[in-house]
């Protein structure tokens, strides 16, 4: 009699699952740290992130919360004093009316946009998206049964024009999304500009996701515009999406918000009680405290800190032979030309592409980058400027060095 173990059979993932692939930020993070824990000096470009602590106001609405122990859970899109706080301050800077169940409190933006391709996109539907592109975008369209429709913006001063998306729009054409200040590129999209593309969306009956989250870093002289501030009529067909990551430096906190039609919010409260349920109550806490007592201050100290940073970066890659980068307007993000690079070899190395490039960065340079062919474009990388002035000069002292050693093809 055998009485041996049978042998494990390895059984297949789905194909939705075998589809998928790490974000090109969280795996560049991910061998930045490896190469970290064996004891290398490791200058991480890669992370989307402030280098600062947390907002004191949301720290403290935090501390206040787990001292009090409001530790339960909260109704699965938030909590209503939090919602109705978040529908007046919309209101407030739209000067279009929000209400509290037009809202719905998600864990981090990156949420709020699964929550509106799960709940607005049918199998084929197309939804336009402008390249460069963050790279959670068309995956999200992709597992909502979407269809991206990528548009280039590389001519265009990376801006998607309403020329663009009229040209793009087909019969199944179903959504827009918007991305300002953008990430990548750091362009922020102009008044006529959305304007012109809110017109078309009401025209033809198209939903935008307009997502907002740098809204608050801004470089002068730009100006950040809510599409549904400039054409209210288009409130019915848009979901605006923010969050408090970037602008109160709590990107692990977890903690965003969608604001869309109510019906399109109720069914964002019926995905979301079968996925995460409610956010961290403690980061809700924490965000409606600083609703409640809004810190100024503490965003003109991050913005007066990137202006200094981006300063400090174009003098640092104005000394770069063959790059081409031109200034952000908003959000923290360097978005570098290399593609003359491209084909040059690396100490005998042939460069084949960017990712190749980004690798011998991280392996050689000891700089961990974004390449952007994750992003759309495989002739840039991205490198953030929000990391501490120290870092951010050796980083790109290395990055300039090694540049330098590359042999034009």
């Not at 939804?127 to 790279?135: G, K």
């Not at 935008?208 to 019915?236: Q, T």
């Not at 923010?242 to 604001?259: E, L």
Request: proline fraction near 6%; include cysteine; charged fraction near 15%.
């Amino acid at each position: 009699m055998n009485n041996s173990e049978p042998s494990a059979v390895s059984l297949p993932l789905s194909q939705r699952a075998q589809r998928l692939s790490a974000p090109g930020t969280s795996s560049m993070r991910s061998k930045a740290n490896a190469l970290k824990e064996a004891g290398v000096n490791v200058v991480n470009f890669a992370a989307g992130e402030l280098s600062f602590d947390a907002c004191p106001i949301m720290k403290a609405a935090a501390a206040d919360a787990l001292a009090t122990a409001r530790n339960r859970y909260t109704p699965p899109i938030g909590l209503p004093q939090l919602r109705h706080a978040l529908a007046q301050q919309v209101t407030q800077r739209c000067a279009v009316n929000y209400a509290a169940d037009e809202i719905a409190v998600t864990a981090g933006a990156k949420q709020a946009l699964y929550n509106a391709a799960m709940v607005l996109l049918n199998p084929g539907d197309e939804v336009i998206v402008a390249v460069p592109y963050w790279e959670t975008f068309p995956t999200q369209i992709q597992l909502a049964g979407g269809v991206p429709v990528y548009v280039d913006t590389a001519a265009d001063d990376y801006r998607l024009t309403c020329a663009a998306v009229q040209k793009a729009l087909t019969p199944r054409t179903r959504m827009i999304v918007i991305n300002t200040p953008n990430n990548p590129t750091g362009t922020v999209y102009q008044r006529e500009e959305l304007l012109g593309i809110a017109r078309l969306a009401f025209a033809h009956r198209l939903w935008v996701v307009f997502d907002e989250c740098y809204r608050k870093l801004v470089r002068a002289p730009h100006e950040h515009h809510n599409i549904v501030s400039l054409f209210a009529p288009l409130k019915h067909q848009t979901v605006l999406v923010d969050s408090f990551s970037k602008s109160h430096a709590v990107t692990g906190w977890r903690v965003g918000y969608a604001c869309a039609p109510a019906p399109v919010i109720a069914a964002m409260h019926n995905l979301q009680g079968h996925t995460t349920s409610n956010p961290s109550s403690l980061s809700q806490y924490a965000a409606l405290g600083s609703l409640m007592a809004d810190a100024p201050h503490f965003t003109r100290q991050i913005n007066a800190f990137l202006d200094q940073q981006l300063l400090a970066a174009c003098t640092c890659l104005g000394y770069v032979d063959g790059i081409r980068c031109a200034p952000p307007e908003g959000a923290f993000y360097l978005f570098i030309d290399v593609s003359r690079k491209l084909g040059g070899r690396y100490l005998g190395t042939v460069i084949r592409d960017v990712d190749h490039l980004a690798d011998l960065l991280l392996t050689e340079a000891h700089i961990a980058v974004v390449p952007g062919s994750g992003c759309g474009d495989g002739n840039s990388i991205r490198i953030s400027y929000a990391v501490e002035r120290e870092a951010l000069v050796e980083g790109l002292t290395r990055f300039a060095r090694f540049m330098s050693e590359i042999v034009a093809h």
